[in-house]
């Protein structure tokens, strides 16, 4: 009895050094990023450089704000075009689709989520960019040549669309089904129970959902390079050209880093988008449990 109750404190104790290992990780990361970042945040402040729009590596000036709004404006565009054609489809798989359809029509969603984001790229660059420039854009603007922060929102949200679609299926399959039937036998049709039952019981788990999908929308790379346009520009419509964080330094890590600070900027903005994410992600975590105690009480 006393050997197991020793096993027992040593595996308890191990799966804490374990998890403290993982959590260390980020922290491991933000450290590493901040002190690559120092030779530039002791030349030039903080707040300077998150709010200049000027960039000319070769003249020492490093003005973050066009791609910080490059990455605000790609990703917004992503969430508001995924989030509800995500939950749609969540909600007819689960509730509405026959089983036959359901068996084919999970593993579809699911095999979307698996296809290389090189691949999203280039359907972007020859589907999404020519639709944009010929027939979205002349309707608004007088010019774009496609290559936009829409064109980068809605590659984006085609790849984002089956993490929130998986997540929101299995939140909407944990809803008990006595709610549903005591809804139906008061007279509610299909939609209102959904509508007033079952989406209500089911917020905090696709708010859990569109924060995994920004995360990641925040990190992706190379798809969104290639669609667009990478000027750094600060963008003041849809139709033109942005430059995400993780755009600038994938396309300038490696190259051109013997000019002075380079190195330096580039993992300010690696440090940048780390910071983005946690702000995101903590202040995301406070809306659900805030919104989780409002619906418990």
Known sequence: MQIRIIKDKIISKLMLVFTLASVSV???IGIGLFYRSL??????SFYHLISSSIWKPLKGLFGFFPFIMGTLWVTGIAIIIALPLSLLTAIYIVEYAPAKVRKVLSPFVNLLSGIPPVIFGVWGVLFIIPLIQDHIAPHFVE??????????GVVLAVMIFPLIVSIISEVLR???????DASLSLGATQWETIKKVILRKAIPGIIAAVVLAISRAFGETIAVLMVCG???VVPHSV?????PLPALIANNYGEMLSIPM????LMFAALLLFIIILLFNLISRLILANLERKLSA
């Open 262 to 265: 380079y190195d330096s900027a």
């Open 39 to 44: 030779p530039l945040l002791q030349k030039i």
């Open 143 to 152: 010019f774009s040549t496609g290559y936009s922060v829409l064109a980068g």
């Open 230 to 232: 990478n000027n750094a």
């Open 174 to 180: 944990t809803i008990p089904k006595e709610l549903k």
């Open 26 to 28: 980020l922290l491991v």
């Open 239 to 243: 139709f033109e050209p942005g430059y």
